[in-house]
């Protein structure tokens, strides 16, 4: 898993801090870049792509963000 610079192309421009995922942005661990990409996995890297908040903090924004949707 090596980072061969395509992720550049599909890196997500607007960093917003809560609303990375929420906008469908995915987070690449190797290139370590958020994107916007429609596949499971890292068009560079080939890594899976991590596409949910890991930690709770970030899952209770979600469940708010549901609400007042
Ligand atoms: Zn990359
Ligand atoms: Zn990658």
């Given at each position: 898993?090596?980072?061969?610079?395509?992720?550049?192309?599909h890196?997500?421009?607007?960093?917003?801090?809560?609303?990375?995922?929420?906008?469908?942005q995915?987070?690449?661990?190797?290139?370590?870049?958020?994107?916007?990409?429609g596949?499971?996995?890292?068009p560079c890297?080939g890594?899976?792509?991590?596409?949910?908040?890991?930690?709770?903090?970030?899952?209770?924004?979600?469940?708010?963000?549901?609400v007042?949707?």
């Amino acid at each position: 898993m090596v980072c061969k610079g395509i992720c550049v192309r599909h890196k997500a421009l607007k960093p917003i801090d809560i609303g990375r995922y929420l906008s469908g942005q995915k987070r690449c661990q190797v290139c370590q870049v958020f994107m916007i990409w429609g596949g499971f996995y890292c068009p560079c890297c080939g890594y899976r792509l991590r596409t949910k908040p890991r930690n709770k903090k970030y899952k209770s924004i979600l469940n708010l963000s549901k609400v007042y949707q």
